[in-house]
């Protein structure tokens, strides 16, 4: 191999065990091999086995610096590994990110307002999600995950109907009632918005950005004042509240595909002190939220 | 030949007599079943031939033997480390002439634990390789018309087709 040109042929299904192996990137170079590759590398069959494969093999972190725009890819010893040139010029907002794709929040982008973005940085390319109606996304709370079982990716959207229509109406709608009103949900593999029952969820309102683990994406919220988990399954699309018992959690993490809730506090008390002196952390995995 | 057998003579595709040890047999399920043949055959002097040339055989054989007793027993999380250890040296200096050999003897015998690391290690020097030397060592020819490959450039800014 190190020579070239006196191998032996390999049968196509070692090959292709061979290709599932290779970093996106390599795969975007090797397009260039054949037709037969560059279809390949696009079948749904060969993208799963990838993607199987390449699962939690390739740990990184990703920074992204609001104030200079940067995003940069960091490795397990936080050494900066790339810079991500951005396609957005301006307001990128990152709502999650699942096996090395993105889900932003952009504003100028291609001359739209405001958009959301499915954004591959390996392969550069980016995917524009329709939007249902002028969303005012600032309002919006998202969520981004994926689940395995199904295959597909999907975007959860809270929006407030009231601010909706007292916008319509030209009304001054920074007087329209606070949290969400409504819910809905995006499919990578259909294209398509869903409306989601809100009913139980009232009235809502969210602390965290969602966290996506196992299939299910989380949320760190109150409900009546009282602290709650807002856990969506993928699946079957249902939406599960578990109130917590105690101090709320300060974040929400994943751990090993899991979920992980954060305490931050001084000493042994665990309450939400800012005090940067003797912070410590305390956290606590879950097993099967939502999934009773 | 009895069944205290501890190694089976095979002739590789050059004709070449190698012994392998049972243990190291083990790992490999048609080695396994030419063992048992070989066991239990009336005719004790039959040597099994395996398609494989001699040059790849020896490194199959050197695999086996190695990750025959833990393969057989279960070893410690420090054996494996160590093994993992030895496995990267084995492909970084012995092999990568013969790498493709490598991986249809790995094939052909149902050795996944040799088969994946050959795998990972042909993807690993892949990844450090121009388009043409790709095309180069799996025999392909660049079937894409001029206009094609304009129009991937434009995707792709920056891909190559050399």
């Not at chain 1, 279809?39 to 494969?53: C, D, G, M, Q, V």
């Not at chain 1, 957005?88 to 889900?103: A, E, R, V």
């Not at chain 1, 949290?179 to 602390?207: A, C, M, N, Q």
């Not at chain 1, 300060?250 to 751990?255: F, I, K, N």
């Amino acid at each position: 191999m190190a020579n070239g040109g006196d191998e032996p042929f390999l049968p196509p299904e070692i090959i292709i065990n061979i290709l599932k192996m290779l970093p996106v990137k390599s795969l975007v170079r090797f397009q260039c091999v054949c037709k037969e590759w560059k279809n390949l590398f696009i079948t749904p069959s060969f993208i799963a086995e990838h993607l199987h494969h390449s699962d939690h093999k390739n740990p990184f972190l990703l920074l992204h610096d609001y104030y200079c725009g940067s995003v940069r890819l960091l490795n397990q010893n936080m050494e900066t590994i790339e810079i991500l040139s951005i396609p957005f010029t301006h307001d990128l907002k990152i709502i999650g990110s699942c096996n090395g794709l993105l889900c932003v929040r952009a504003t100028h982008y291609h001359g739209v307002s405001r958009s959301l973005c499915l954004w591959n940085p390996a392969t550069r390319k980016i995917r524009e999600i329709p939007q249902t109606t002028d969303d005012y996304c600032s309002i919006c709370a998202f969520g981004f995950g994926f689940s395995s079982i199904v295959n597909d990716y999907k975007i959860v959207k809270f929006y407030n109907q009231e601010k909706r229509k007292k916008k319509e109406e030209d009304q001054d709608f920074t007087e329209a009632i606070r949290g969400y009103d409504g819910v809905e949900v995006y499919s990578l593999s259909t294209g398509l918005w869903k409306e989601l029952e809100f009913g139980s969820l009232h009235p809502i309102r969210f602390r965290t950005t969602a966290v996506s683990a196992d299939g299910t994406m989380v949320w760190l919220g109150k409900k009546d004042l009282n602290p709650v988990l807002v856990s969506f399954d993928l699946v079957t699309e249902v939406f599960t509240i578990t109130p917590i018992d105690g101090v709320s959690p300060t974040y929400l993490g994943v751990w090993e595909d899991k979920l992980t809730l954060f305490w931050r506090g001084r000493d042994n008390s665990v309450d939400d002190g800012f005090n940067s002196t003797d912070v410590r952390l305390r956290l606590l995995v879950l097993v099967n939220l939502g999934r009773v | 030949m009895s069944s205290s057998v501890e190694a089976i003579t095979v002739l590789s595709s050059d004709g070449d007599e190698f012994k392998i040890t049972v243990s190291a047999a083990k790992l490999s399920k048609p080695l396994n079943w030419m063992l048992e043949d070989v066991c239990f055959s009336d005719d004790c002097d039959e040597v099994p031939t395996i398609e494989v040339n001699s040059k790849t055989l020896v490194k199959v054989i050197e695999y086996c033997e190695k990750h025959a007793p833990r393969a057989n027993s279960g070893a410690s999380d420090s054996d494996a480390e160590e093994l993992k250890k030895w496995d990267i040296e084995f492909m970084k200096m012995d092999v990568k002439d013969i790498l493709f050999h490598i991986l249809m003897a790995a094939n052909y015998l149902h050795m996944e634990g040799l088969y994946d690391l050959a795998c990972q290690t042909a993807a690993d020097l892949m990844k450090g390789m121009t388009v043409s030397q790709i095309r180069k060592i799996f025999h392909i020819k660049n079937d894409f018309s001029s206009e094609e490959q304009e129009q991937l450039r434009r995707q792709h800014p920056g891909c190559s087709f050399d």
